[in-house]
């Protein structure tokens, strides 16, 4: 009889730790912490309410948030709903990083999904990055540049748009 509860003590011991590592699940933890600020005290007891709100919410995401919405079904065009997973165990209280930690049982994408590294635009110098990392500059802007042929021109653009985009810091 104690070998069998030895052994289930063992093989609990050996199961994995699903918890998440810093840095893990980026995207998720995110959205979810701006998303939970919206909610009032009546809409994030009711997981109904929560489901309307994080829909309403997506509709503003933009690239790796909106493919985030798109992965829980926050989106008019998902293929496929799990926003239950997330509106119950947000309705208890739940932290962001234990919602993700379930959620990413149901579908490893959703964990899968990072920001990309930011620019320090105070210390980076233009001319020394890629056209393809300048346009890439720009369609993060949501800016186009039209009728740019060479990479001054790119730069000369950016350089145009950076006091809208870029917060200077005092």
Request: charged share 35%; proline share 3%.
């Amino acid at each position: 009889m104690y070998w069998v509860f030895g052994l289930v003590v063992f093989a609990l011991a050996q199961a994995p730790v699903s918890s998440l590592k810093k840095g893990e699940c980026e995207v998720c933890v995110s959205v979810l912490d701006r998303f939970k600020e919206t909610l009032t005290s009546e809409e994030a007891s009711v997981p109904a309410s929560i489901e309307k709100s994080f829909r309403k919410f997506c509709k503003a995401l933009k690239m790796k948030e909106n493919r985030f919405c798109y992965f829980l079904g926050g989106t008019a065009d998902a293929a496929t709903g799990i926003l239950g997973e997330m509106s119950k165990p947000m309705s208890w209280g739940m932290p962001s990083d234990k919602i993700c930690e379930k959620l990413r049982k149901k579908d490893k994408q959703i964990c899968e999904l990072t920001y990309e590294k930011q620019i320090d635009f105070a210390t980076v110098d233009l001319k020394k990055l890629k056209v393809k990392d300048l346009k890439k500059i720009l369609s993060g802007w949501d800016e186009g540049c039209d009728g740019c042929l060479e990479k001054s021109d790119f730069i000369k653009r950016i350089e145009e748009l950076k006091p809208l985009h870029v917060r200077t810091e005092l």
